[in-house]
């Protein structure tokens, strides 16, 4: 339904900032709460923050909270993660995933997205 496109990430030393770019179609973009996950090698896959449909509330990984934001562009079909104070841990490869259906609430889990992009690798080195 929703066919997502990630780009941005790269190599940053630590403290540096990122800004992550999810380009997604579908003419339905603006119904659906969209998220960002990420995976480190040897690791599960973790939730980093959604944004709701209308970008009117935002849900954050205790982690990520106060460093990392989610925003949307609905007019632009883009949903943005600007990361600041990265931190070597923060490496990983980055997902936008859009979610399964139309929430009141901020989806939070991975069963609760329909639709994921390739990923964006992130480095960051100290």
């Known amino acids: 339904q929703v066919q997502l496109v990630e780009s941005g990430g790269g190599l940053v030393q630590a403290g540096g900032s990122l800004r992550l770019s999810c380009a997604a179609s579908g003419r339905t973009f603006s119904r659906y709460a969209m998220g960002w996950f990420r995976q480190a090698p040897g690791k599960e896959r973790e939730f980093v923050g959604a944004?709701?449909?209308?970008?009117?509330?935002?849900s954050y990984a205790g982690s990520m909270k106060g460093r990392f934001t989610i925003s949307r562009d609905n007019a632009k079909n883009t949903v943005y993660l600007q990361m600041n104070n990265l931190k070597p841990e923060d490496t990983a490869v980055y997902y936008c995933?859009?979610?399964?259906?139309?929430?009141?609430?901020?989806?939070?889990?991975?069963?609760?997205?329909?639709?994921w992009g390739q990923g964006t690798q992130v480095t960051v080195s100290s």
């Open positions: 944004i709701s449909a209308k970008g009117d509330s935002t």
């Open positions: 995933a859009a979610a399964d259906r139309y929430y009141y609430h901020v989806p939070t889990t991975s069963s609760e997205f329909g639709s």
